[in-house]
């Protein structure tokens, strides 16, 4: 069972994810469990402060190094204890490499991880050049704290983990995956047939399933030129579009022509 960790002074936000849906099934399911560690509690002034002015003035407080390393400790010796040997200090941060599909398969593959959420300015340097093993962002903007990033991370390597889906397949099919070739994915048609006077597309409903693969990839590789061309140049790039790939897209440009 994977092991998450979380430092935050706000555990109970962590609800949104653990208490429902795929994820929240996987937690009943003990397929990962997740402990939450409040740096307060570990705070040792009469007024169980976190946080202090930043040396060299300007706006803001700073989370002081102390309360922080105990709570890592307290999550670290809990991992120990559940037989993980293989963690990971993660930091989400604005100042971390980008959040994407590979950063996910990468943590997705660890035994365990401990999260660790900043809130104010930021976290004293000290304690991350000591204690944090990787850095990462969900994008070009700041939020109030690393809450809402790290949850995001956490449902994105916990809907890895086997047994979390429903069918094995289906996290292979998303967008981003390489059975995908890094492309979007398709679009998706349920029922009913016809719906506010539009139908389903006639291959969906032939039956031959080469052609539905190809109508899918076709549609993918449309999708990822209109939305995310620098995909296509990524996977063009590495050789992952067949002839008949580039012989779709070629034929999109001319019509758009």
């Not at 449309?222 to 034929?251: F, M």
Request: a negative charge; hydrophobic letters at 40%.
């Amino acid at each position: 069972m994977k092991q998450f960790d979380v430092v935050t002074l706000f555990p109970t936000m962590f609800d949104a994810v653990t208490a429902w849906g795929v994820t929240g099934r996987a937690r009943e399911l003990r397929l990962y469990d997740l402990v939450g560690w409040n740096p307060r509690e570990f705070a040792v002034n009469a007024y169980r402060s976190i946080d202090d002015r930043p040396y060299g003035g300007g706006p803001g407080m700073v989370m002081t190094p102390d309360p922080l390393a105990k709570s890592l400790r307290a999550a670290r010796q809990r991992q120990v204890s559940c037989g993980v040997r293989d963690t990971r200090v993660v930091y989400l941060s604005p100042q971390g490499r980008t959040l994407d599909h590979s950063i996910v398969e990468e943590l997705a593959a660890l035994e365990g991880m401990i999260f660790l959420c900043g809130r104010y300015e930021g976290v004293d340097q000290r304690f991350i050049d000591a204690h944090v093993d990787e850095q990462v962002s969900l994008g070009d903007f700041v939020l109030s704290g690393g809450e809402i990033a790290a949850m995001a991370l956490l449902d994105a390597v916990a809907r890895l983990q086997p047994g979390v889906l429903g069918d094995a397949a289906s996290h292979q099919q998303d967008s981003f995956n390489a059975a995908l070739d890094g492309l979007l994915d398709c679009p998706h048609y349920t029922r009913p047939e016809s719906w506010q006077g539009v139908g389903v597309p006639e291959v969906l409903l032939s039956g031959h399933h080469g052609r539905v693969a190809r109508w899918r990839r076709e549609q993918s590789l449309l999708l990822t030129q209109r939305l995310r061309p620098d995909l296509i140049a990524r996977a063009r790039a590495a050789g992952r579009l067949s002839r008949q790939d580039e012989d779709c897209l070629a034929g999109a440009s001319s019509e758009a022509a």
